[in-house]
Antibody, heavy 121, light 112 residues
């Protein structure tokens, strides 16, 4: 069964850091692009960052550029998101998402259940 | 900045009846390869979003054929031929041509 399991969410102070991880199973991880999509409480969706299957390319939303870093370990089937200089507006549910190819443009076909990040003093 | 709009934002539906949602992008989503870079997602209550349509009109694996996508360039439509009770939720269009991609505001579909 294809599965994505996020971890690492929690409470952080403004200016603090958190590291999210996503454990992938049931598919050949390195063959698929991956992304993080977030949803603020009661709000819509925002794709925060994405990384190619080979980790050869990645991109970030302007709202997190310079503060967040996406990475992947294809030997461990793990996707990570290092979040620094956190702000209140980073609060939300963060979904780990798989693209249906190694490319990172369209077709996010598998979603995790999400992990909640709360930034508050 | 690329702006995605959807209409209506709220759509009460009757089971068995058709329904449609419009999505408009401030820039063309037609790539030189001939594909439109527009996805549709459905987030059912309490669940993670799920992919319905990609490339404007291609149904994702396992998506019932009552869902169809059409359009090109800047204007797109998601149609449900006969709404079922399980189709309630928030429908999002998303442009995927210009990174990092932009979701529309969402259309909330519920049963009348």
């Amino acid at each position: 069964e294809v599965q994505l399991l996020e971890s690492g969410g929690g409470l952080a102070q403004p200016g603090g850091s958190l590291r999210l991880s996503c454990a992938a199973s049931g598919f050949t991880f390195q063959n698929y692009g991956m992304a993080w999509v977030r949803q603020a409480p009661g709000k819509g969706l925002e794709r925060v960052s994405a990384i190619h299957g080979s980790a050869s390319s990645s991109y970030y939303a302007d709202s997190v550029k310079g503060r967040f870093t996406i990475s992947r370990d294809n030997s461990q089937n793990t996707l990570n998101l290092q979040m620094n200089s956190l702000r209140a507006e980073d609060t939300g549910v963060y979904f780990c998402v798989r693209f249906f190819t190694s490319a990172i443009y369209y077709g996010m076909d598998v979603w995790g259940q999400g992990t909640t990040v709360t930034v508050s003093s | 900045d690329i702006v995605m709009t959807q209409s209506p934002l709220s759509l009460p539906v009757t089971p068995g009846e058709p329904a449609s949602i419009s999505c408009r992008c401030s820039e063309s989503l037609l790539h030189r390869n001939g594909y439109n870079y527009l996805d549709w997602y459905l987030q059912k209550p309490g669940q993670s979003p799920q992919l319905l349509i990609y490339s404007g009109s291609t149904r994702a694996s396992g998506v019932p054929d009552r869902f169809s996508g059409s359009g090109s360039g800047t204007d797109f439509t998601l149609r449900i031929s006969r709404v079922e009770a399980e189709d309630v939720g928030i429908y999002y269009c998303m442009q995927t041509l210009h990174t990092p991609g932009t979701f529309g505001p969402g259309t909330k579909v519920d049963i009348k």
